[in-house]
């Protein structure tokens, strides 16, 4: 699934080339990626400039204005397999189900498993569609962060995925940020001091600005606006290397299930 660094990438990319930029036309191929269907969202948006490209957590909301009427705000959920994209000579295959034509210049919507969502909203920031969000972890700062999560008794990796205490972390970059924390995945907020604490969320915001500039990671089926891969993954330490050697200390990384997600973790450099 896109976390944050992989929807940030799309993020900046759709404001470097789309800003300005009047939707002239929108091919719909499947409307049930649309919250409001084909005729609403054609309506919306068509005719209309983008003016501004909004990211929060792992949603980018879109500004579309005319200048004369109340703008509209596009929200996009890539979930697991969504994608945008612009490919010079590209030919849709049939799991492309949108196509936005900004004046001549095609902009793909792939998503071969359907999950991604399209919606309207009421604001080009905060909009009620997702006001059980928590900020945004690379915003949020360290004494709100702090007020959410050190009174927990859950262990630290189900916590940190919790979108609710702050949005954008996701598997990949709990484990890593643990890892470079020296903190157990099992570990309860409640029982670390407020320096330990501190470094999570210091090394979390790390961990996910260098996956940003390395484009995200990729395993599966995310690629950038111009159709890469993300190479963050050959900087991984624990996540997906159960079995394997720590590049730190030389011991077996160890995996176990934490509220049913998959976690790897160093037993020598994250002791219990």
């Known amino acids: 699934m896109p976390e944050l660094p992989e929807v940030e990438n799309v993020a900046l990319a ?10 002239t036309d929108l091919h719909i191929g499947y409307e049930g990626i649309l919250r409001q269907g084909a005729r609403a969202t054609r309506k919306a948006l068509i005719g209309r400039c983008i003016d501004r490209v909004h990211r929060h957590g792992k949603y980018i909301i879109i500004n579309f204005s005319d200048g004369v009427q ?25 799991h492309v189900h949108l196509t936005f034509d900004f ?11 359907k999950f991604g969502r399209l919606e309207l909203v ?22 709100e962060w702090y007020g959410r999560i050190s009174h927990r008794r859950a262990p630290m990796k189900a ?27 099992l570990t309860k907020p409640v029982d670390l001091d407020e320096e330990d604490l501190r470094e999570v969320w210091r090394i979390s915001k790390r961990v996910l600005r260098n996956s940003i500039k390395h484009g995200g990671t990729t395993f599966m089926d995310f690629k950038d606006f111009y159709g ?34 998959s976690s790897c973790f160093c037993p020598e450099c994250q002791p219990g």
Not at 122 to 143: C, K, N, Q, T, W
Not at 159 to 183: H, M, W
């Open 228 to 261: 890469k891969p993300g190479n963050f993954r050959s900087q991984l330490k624990v996540y997906g290397r159960a079995g394997q050697g720590c590049s730190r200390c030389g011991s077996t990384i160890e995996g176990i299930r934490i509220a049913g997600r």
């Open 103 to 113: 004046e001549g210049l095609p902009v793909h919507y792939r998503d071969v498993r």
């Open 14 to 23: 759709l404001r470097a080339h789309l800003t300005g930029r009047r939707l």
């Open 122 to 143: 009421d604001h080009p920031e905060h909009p009620s569609a997702i006001a059980h969000v928590g900020p945004d972890m690379l915003l949020v700062r360290f004494r």
């Open 70 to 94: 109340p703008d509209s705000h596009l929200m996009i959920h890539l979930r697991m397999t969504g994608q945008i994209f612009i490919l010079d000579d590209y030919i849709p295959d049939k």
């Open 159 to 185: 916590l940190l995925l919790d979108q609710g205490i702050a949005s954008g972390l996701g598997n990949i970059y709990v484990d890593e940020s643990l890892f470079l924390a020296g903190i157990h995945p």
